[in-house]
């Protein structure tokens, strides 16, 4: 069963976005900020992010799990300005966004891992 890893500072968007892409066929972990989420000893098939989190952002997060988790598919969303070096691979929303434009992303990045 594939594992989504959730990171968000702000508890009511990560409740959310839980409800957002809730499925059956795969498990959420929570994370309120980027070194919670490193100390999880879980690996995640799918990390969403926000890019702004306080101290490690969530840009820098994803390279870090990356380069523990190779096959990381990952999802960074941001009410700002998208990072100008982002890390390879990775889908990045625009918030606000719509919930089945999230929820779309998160089923195409794990259709693989879940079939």
Request: aromatic share 4%.
């Amino acid at each position: 069963m594939p594992t989504v890893l959730l990171v968000d500072d702000n508890q009511a968007i990560r409740a959310l976005i839980r409800e957002i892409v809730r499925d059956p066929s795969f498990r959420i972990l929570e994370a309120a900020s980027a070194e919670e989420a490193l100390d999880i000893q879980e690996e995640p098939d799918l990390l969403i992010t926000d890019v702004g989190l306080p101290g490690i952002n969530g840009v820098e997060l994803a390279r870090l799990l990356r380069q523990r988790i190779p096959e990381l598919k990952i999802i960074c969303m941001s009410g700002y300005m998208l990072p100008s070096h982002p890390v390879e691979s990775v889908r990045f929303l625009e918030k606000p966004f719509r919930p089945e434009d999230l929820l779309g992303v998160v089923r195409e990045l794990l259709g693989a891992a879940s079939a």
